[in-house]
């Protein structure tokens, strides 16, 4: 097929149609998206592709007529605000926990000011009953003290006694009553020193002032008619509840108003808790020796 020839001034459409390629080439690299075609009549038809006009659609949609630094700035004020949000939830939950922290330090507190208090109470209580126990102690030492002073065994009611227990036919000549007052010895204080370095006694029970202790002897001359009615004597005296260590001393035959009589002399002590009352409970207790008794407790108590 011959192609048409080339006129001066006139423009062939091969050449017509290149321009136009030409000129929709450059357009296309404008619009990447858009396709050019060209048809056999030389007239150039251009399609917009459907990504191109999808994407001319959504940037519509997507305010792409605001700029992109108000775009940023407006995310970047929404990521400021729920950061602050946040932080102030945060900071809300850590106040509530630390008034709930401090409600329940003000409660324990409280509690321990209570326990205080009632200690305090307590110990103004057991101080009270710790007065009240000292005075007591005091008062019993203080009648311990005046009843030590005074005899628990009269010496009516002892006299009484020895004869009530003599023999029919024997008397006496002689009685002697003789009291010593019994001191501790240096061993025996030691003794107590030591028991006050382990602790086991106070200081106001070793300054307590003790009743005093007496050892208490007699000393008996007597005479009777043999030895019998001396050894029944004795042996009564033996058997007494008041009295111990009953010895005899001597027992000779003498003559006294044309008779023949053994005169004896025999000791004794008194029990240290020798007490006229323990005297109700023996069997051989006669009426008038209860009324005896009864006198001598009245003149213990007196």
């Known amino acids: ?8 001034g006139h423009s062939s459409p091969w050449t017509s149609g290149r321009s136009a390629l030409t000129s929709a080439y450059g357009r296309q690299r404008d619009r990447p998206s858009g396709l050019v075609r060209t048809d056999t009549s030389g007239m150039v038809r251009c399609r917009w592709s459907a990504g191109a006009q999808h994407d001319k659609e959504g940037e519509g949609m997507n305010d792409s007529f605001l700029p ?6 407006r995310i970047d004020r929404r990521t400021h605000v729920m950061a602050m949000l946040l932080f102030v939830v945060v900071l809300s939950a850590v106040f509530a926990a630390f008034l709930w922290k401090r409600n329940e330090w003000k409660q324990v507190e409280q509690a321990r000011m209570d326990v205080e208090l009632r200690y305090e109470a307590a110990g103004e209580e057991v101080e009270q009953v710790m007065k009240l126990k000292v005075a007591q102690q005091a008062t019993v ?4 003290l005046a009843a030590a002073l005074v005899e628990k065994v009269p010496r009516s009611i002892l006299l009484a006694e020895l004869i009530n227990h003599m ?26 020193g030591r028991k006050n370095r382990s602790g086991t006694r106070t200081k106001k029970q070793d300054e307590r002032p003790e009743a005093p202790r007496y050892d208490t002897r007699l000393s008996l001359t ?8 001396v050894s029944e ?3 009564a005296l033996n058997d007494h509840p008041l009295l111990q260590n009953v010895n005899l001393v001597s027992s000779q035959e003498t003559i006294a108003e044309d008779r023949t009589i053994r005169e004896f002399k025999l000791t004794a002590s008194l029990l240290s808790n020798a007490d006229v009352r323990v005297l109700a409970n023996t069997s051989d207790w006669h009426s008038n020796d209860h ?7 009245e003149h213990h108590h007196e």
Do not use: C, W
Request: aromatic share 6%; proline share 6%.
């Open 68 to 73: 992109t630094e108000y775009t940023e700035q």
């Open 233 to 235: 004597f004795l042996a």
């Open 141 to 144: 030492n203080r009648a311990e």
């Open 291 to 297: 009324m005896r008794l009864s006198l001598a407790e």
């Open 222 to 229: 007597g005479f009777a008619p043999t030895d019998v009615h």
């Open 167 to 192: 023999p029919a036919g024997l008397g006496l000549l002689e009685f002697k009553l003789e009291s010593t007052r019994i001191i501790e010895s240096d061993e025996h204080k030691k003794a107590k």
């Open 1 to 8: 097929m011959a192609l048409p020839s080339h006129r001066p």
